[in-house]
């Protein structure tokens, strides 16, 4: 019998970071109907769910300016414009609030 072992990381991003869970894409199908597997694509999914948030960068006063995202927004986000960590065998992306891009409306 497998056990799960569940830990209860919590993690805070600072200032203007977001943790982002990216979209995950287990297969992409060709025109041609062709299915290619995830391990097969070079390029890291640009799109995800906003997971926690900073409390903003302050302004010269020190007061500090909310973000504009929230956690459960599905956001569009540069290509190269984050930072990969691994949290419980999970892959999770922090990306600052100037690298997204757009959030989706549902």
Known sequence: MKKTVTTKIKI?????????KPESVDEEKTASGIYIPD????????RGIVVAVGEGKRDDNGK???LRVKVG???VFSKYGFDEIKIDEEEYYIVTE???LAIVQK
Do not use: G, H
């Open 12 to 20: 805070q991003p600072l200032a203007d970071r977001v943790l982002v």
């Open 39 to 46: 391990t097969a694509r070079k390029e890291k999914p640009e």
């Open 64 to 66: 500090a300016i909310a």
């Open 73 to 75: 927004d599905t956001v």
């Open 98 to 100: 100037s690298n997204i």
